[in-house]
């Protein structure tokens, strides 16, 4: 089939383009390719879930210190301490606004201390609340709260927002 311009919802068996035409100019702008591979260029759609999880930037936090909402947006954050170290969330509202958070937004942070020599423990700020698992195993002092050192050392958490400002807390691997 040639290239056609559809204005309305397309099907198609092999994919298809996402256009935008230029009002001025007439220049056709692909902003999306969905097929086999999907590509998006030109995002303007809100509330997008994305399930392949690419860090291409990374925070480094190596002592007890208090995250910026900046630093666990990337996703990623990693430590080389040799001491014990704390890494506290930020509050639910500077998260939240650095999110663009709203009731059901999720973000799934990675805790990576494989470089570490200590243990990374995880607590949240105000408007951060731990899931029922995580204050369990917080209180029974195992820890699902606490990343280890070395070879083992990474953990998955998942920050769930029931509001803009507020987010419960999970560790999920």
């Not at 998955?156 to 419960?168: D, L």
Request: charged share 5%.
């Amino acid at each position: 089939m040639a290239n056609t311009t559809f204005n309305g919802p397309v099907r198609s068996v092999n994919g298809f383009q996402d256009i935008s035409i230029n009002a001025t100019t007439g220049a056709v702008t692909v902003d999306a390719t969905f097929g086999a591979t999907t590509s998006v260029t030109n995002l303007t759609t809100t509330n997008l879930v994305f399930t392949d999880q690419n860090h291409p930037t990374t925070a480094a936090i190596n002592a007890t210190a208090t995250a910026t909402a900046a630093e666990v947006a990337t996703g990623y954050i990693t430590s080389t301490s040799a001491a014990a170290t704390t890494i506290t969330l930020p509050t639910g509202t500077l998260l939240g606004a650095a999110l663009g958070a709203t009731a059901g937004t999720t973000l799934d942070l990675f805790v990576d201390n494989t470089a570490g020599a200590n243990t990374v423990t995880i607590a949240v700020a105000t408007n951060g609340i731990l899931s029922a698992a995580a204050a369990a195993g917080a209180g029974a002092g195992a820890g699902l709260l606490t990343v280890p050192s070395g070879v083992t050392g990474i953990g998955c958490f998942r920050i769930m927002f029931s509001s803009a400002t507020a987010y419960v807390f999970s560790r999920i691997a």
